[in-house]
């Protein structure tokens, strides 16, 4: 009996050890069969994965532009705003209908500039007309809604209603958030305050000086009321020396060195020359040439109320002289014969930058010009029409003439400048 019990044990210890060395066996296959599976995927996987590849961005060329206008002169004298005043009925001033015409030209253009050569202190100081002017608000009012929105205000009448026109004048421009009023300022801080606008992805700032002020005083230590880079061509007072004129050239690179790398085009707006001369004098190419050398874009000219030529020094485009926009100045008398006086340039050009990178290029080109008359019969209906708008023929006769005369005034420096055939309209 107990020995048939033990060969049961025996044969049990057999069994279960058998049993071990198979389950041993089996899992060993498994486990090899799993793992040569596993590898022959991932082997698998690295023959059908696809190459990284290196993937190199090239910078996108992208290209904005602007557009610029620029008319002369905006003169106020006395019966304009005698006009004016009849067209609001005696209630304020209304100088808009005198830019009808001009409007939706100046209005098309990103950017549009004029000279206002008169100051703007208000009817509150008296109102004044040659020769020291004072003129209402409402002809900035009419000027911003036209649609001008670079305006320079050193000229030689700056100061003819003292310290407080130009005060007045200051703060009316600064009410205006959308127009950047350059050159007679409330304060030092004001005047060396850096203003850099942007339209278009293009930032741009303009700069603005007068040759002086009439003999008119700038208050001892006010310097900052009016921008004067002067010239000997300032009668009043006696010529400047080789190293005054060359204090006043430091002062104007001073103010270009502290915005020309802040913006994409820098403008400067000259107060120059002579009175009722077409003929740029050597001052202003001398002006000019400093200018151009101190990587200014464009320089426009203003105050002898005729036109001067048009060409490029270098890179720089210059204007020497936009004539008068609007005035009340004598048609064909005196100093203002052949109309000269009455017909000013409207002038324009488009502006392109072009970003790749780190690198950007600035272009000026298209430029183009246009003649305008100001009309007035027995001293009302003053209207500024352009040469090229065919209504033309109904305010100014011989404008065929006129036009033939002053194509060779803006093209005597560079015959390529292009000024619209009067014939077009």
Known sequence: MSKVVKK??????????????????????????????YLDKNIDKTINK??????????????????????????????????????ANYNGYDFKPMYDIIKPIISSYDLAYYNQETILG??????????????????????????????????????????????????????????????????MEERNEVQVREINNIKYTMLNYTYGTNGM??????????????????????????????????????????VRNKVDILIVAMHWGVEYTHVPTEYE??????LADNDVDIVIGTHPHV?????????????????NFISAQYQNADACTNYKCMVGLMSSLDITKTVKGNNVSIKIDNVDNDLLYTYYLNWRGYKVIPFSN??????????KDMYDRYKGIVTELDSNIHLKDAYEG
Do not use: C
């Open 217 to 258: 005083p700038v208050p001892s230590g006010k310097d900052y009321l009016v921008n004067v880079w002067p010239t000997d061509f300032d009668k009043i007072n006696d010529p400047l020396t080789d190293t005054e004129y060359q204090n006043y050239k430091e002062q104007v690179k001073k103010d270009i060195d502290s």
């Open 285 to 290: 190419k001398d002006m000019a040439k400093f």
């Open 122 to 187: 208000g009817e509150e100081l008296g109102l004044r007309s040659y020769p020291t002017f004072n003129s209402p608000y409402e002809v900035g009012d009419a000027m911003v809604d036209a649609g001008f929105n670079l305006v320079s205000l050193a000229t030689n009448h700056t100061m003819d209603a003292g310290e407080k026109a130009v005060l007045n004048s200051r703060e009316y421009w600064n009410k205006q958030e959308d127009v950047l009023a350059v050159g007679s300022y409330s304060s």
């Open 50 to 87: 696809p190459e990284e590849r290196t993937i190199v961005k090239e910078d996108k060329e992208e290209v904005y532009k602007a557009s610029l206008v620029m008319v002369g002169d905006n003169l106020i004298h006395d019966t304009l705003i005698s006009e004016a005043r009849e067209n």
């Open 8 to 37: 049961k044990r025996k044969l049990n210890y057999n069994n279960i050890m058998l049993t071990i060395l198979t389950s041993i066996l089996i899992s060993l296959s498994i486990a090899y069969g799993y793992k040569s599976l």
């Open 307 to 323: 036109i001067q030529p048009v060409t490029w020094i270098g890179d720089t485009i210059v204007f020497y002289s936009l004539g």
């Open 390 to 399: 065919k209504e033309i023929v109904n305010y100014l006769a011989n404008y």
